[in-house]
């Protein structure tokens, strides 16, 4: 498995945490590019901040702000309570008394109950279509500790991270993950868990949960079956902290500033028809780029962190930022850590996308462009995106996905993890449920034995064809025992 660890913090957002004292030029709503570490944006959202979430339409999906009673608006996005996505856990509201913070930071949900193996939100889902799973932290001091709790998030049956946000809310920064992934059924699962590093007595929280529907065409060349992708950064060429907002971005991706030091920066001239880029990047990102001058090659050296030995997606955006006409175009080589990346690339005023699906690298990462020999104007490049390829931990067999969950109904009070995956990852299955290790995993015993649930059995534990058996003893459970003969395994 991919190191999942190293990852964490990729992004990171401020808060006006409530008792930092901010310099009066902080509450103007421009951003900050940080200086080290990467993948840190310093920027200042305020309750009436429109940078945030600059889009000009609503934005489909759920955008869900934890432990909220009500729903809160940020920009144009409207953030709504979670009572509907999940049935456990705690809210909290972190003081904000200067009214600083980004109104879905200002409560969290957190998970007490340390014997269940997981807690997760549920939002409806279309079956394989492809959604951006963005989870945010800000830990806000909510149970009186000096730093926050370490712990996992898992995406359906797949560990995707740790969560440990210590290093970035010591810094007065909001954490944030994102990833990619296909619906494998009518539903997505975001569950936290405690892990071998959470302290005893700690507990799980979040802030923010955002599901967004992308379109198939979005990183479609990578194997959604078989992996998820977790993003490690997307920049946006050619801009300091002062000159760039958040740009339309139709599913709300972040494209952070990235300067690019001494790197030249050019300004385009026309405008990029994204529609027909598959992964629609914004507009906006074209409207800078990094360049070299005639005959010299374009080192750069991004993103500024090394990265874990892994198989990445790298997609690259490039424009001539020239005024269109018949001559405005340039060739250049693309090398990537001195390996050829896309020999001969021609980039007119129309723009155009490079990517690699499962491109190795470790370390530092150095993108080089060259121009062809004869080129009269040297390379140029606006944008990137580099996410890891995680392999996915596997699934519960949908059959036996059908009868748990319809067990589950049928009882008024299962236990509070009887949520998410049924199976997976291995070690967070639904308490009192026993699976074996199939590719498709399926439930071989349910053993609730003394566990105070009530209600009825559902007839779908029929569907249950694997298990060997089934103990309920110790409940209030009324109603006919269901018709268990298509069981062939059961033998208790
Ligand atoms: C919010 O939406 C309105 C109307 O759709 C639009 O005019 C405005 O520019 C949007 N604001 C931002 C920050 O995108
Ligand atoms: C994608 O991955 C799945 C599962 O590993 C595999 O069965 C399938 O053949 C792969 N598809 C492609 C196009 O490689
Ligand atoms: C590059 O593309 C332009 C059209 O965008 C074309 O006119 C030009 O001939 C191409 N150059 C090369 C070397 O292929
Ligand atoms: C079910 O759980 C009870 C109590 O934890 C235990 O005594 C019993 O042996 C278990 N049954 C099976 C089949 O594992
Ligand atoms: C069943 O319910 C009754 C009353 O509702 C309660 O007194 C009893 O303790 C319950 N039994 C179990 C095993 O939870
Ligand atoms: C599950 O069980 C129900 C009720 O017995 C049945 O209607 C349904 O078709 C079954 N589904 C599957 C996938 O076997």
Not at 64 to 85: L, Q, R, Y
Not at 145 to 154: E, K, L, N, S, Y
Not at 205 to 230: D, K, M
Request: proline fraction near 8%; aromatic fraction near 10%.
């Amino acid at each position: 498995m991919i190191p999942f660890s190293l990852l964490a913090g990729a992004l990171v957002l401020l808060v006006g945490a409530a008792d930092a004292a901010l310099p009066g030029e902080a509450l103007s709503s421009t951003l900050q590019q940080s200086v080290v570490p990467p993948y840190i944006l310093y920027f200042q959202m305020t309750s009436s901040s429109a940078h945030l979430h600059p889009l000009s339409r609503s934005l489909a999906g759920y955008q869900i702000s934890c432990g909220a009673t009500s729903a809160k608006v940020a920009g144009n996005v409207t953030w709504v309570p979670d009572g509907a996505f999940v049935h456990t856990g705690k809210a909290a509201e972190l003081g904000d008394s200067r009214g600083l913070m980004a109104p879905m930071l200002s409560s969290l949900r957190y998970f007490p109950d340390a014997s269940a193996r997981k807690h997760c939100y549920v939002v409806p889902a279309e079956r394989h279509a492809r959604y951006l799973v963005r989870t945010t932290y800000y830990y806000g001091g909510f149970d009186g500790g000096r730093a926050p709790p370490v712990f996992d998030q898992i995406i359906d049956g797949t560990r995707w991270s740790a969560v440990d946000t210590a290093a970035d809310y010591a810094g007065g920064l909001a954490t944030y993950y994102e990833a990619v992934v296909d619906a494998a059924g009518k539903q997505v699962s975001v569950c936290l868990a405690r892990s071998g590093a959470t302290e005893a007595g700690r507990s799980p929280f979040i802030s923010a949960l955002e599901v967004v529907p992308l379109e198939g065409s979005v990183y479609g060349a990578v194997n959604f079956t078989a992996y998820a992708l977790s993003t490690i950064a997307r920049h946006s060429f050619g801009h300091d902290s002062s000159t760039i907002g958040y740009p339309g971005d139709r599913f709300n991706r972040y494209w952070e500033p990235y300067s690019g030091g001494n790197i030249p920066v050019v300004e385009s001239q026309a405008s990029v028809a994204t529609e027909a880029f598959w992964n629609k990047p914004p507009e906006a990102v074209f409207r800078r780029g990094l360049t070299a001058s005639r005959g010299k090659s374009l080192d750069l050296q991004w993103p500024p962190a090394p990265l874990p030995a892994a198989s990445y997606y790298l997609a690259l955006y490039f424009q001539d930022n020239r005024a269109p006409s018949a001559l405005s175009w340039r060739v250049f080589d693309v090398a990537v850590n001195g390996q050829p990346f896309f020999a001969g690339l021609n980039v007119s005023t129309a723009g155009t996308m490079v990517y690699g699906a499962e491109w190795p690298l470790s370390g530092q990462t150095r993108i080089k462009l060259t121009p062809a020999p004869d080129s009269p104007v040297g390379p140029v490049i606006n944008a990137a995106e580099l996410m890891m390829i995680v392999p996915l931990g596997g699934r519960t067999h949908p059959r036996d996905v059908i009868g748990m969950e319809a067990l589950a109904r049928g009882f008024w009070n299962p236990p509070s993890d009887w949520r998410g995956d049924p199976c997976l990852p291995k070690g967070n299955s639904w308490t009192g449920v026993t699976c074996n290790e199939d590719p498709l995993a399926r439930v071989i015993a349910i053993n609730l034995t003394n566990s105070r649930v009530g209600g009825s059995i559902s007839d779908h534990i029929a569907n249950l064809t694997a298990v060997s058996s089934i103990w309920l003893v110790g409940n209030n459970l009324t109603g006919p025992i269901p018709d268990m003969s298509p069981l062939h395994h059961l033998v208790s």
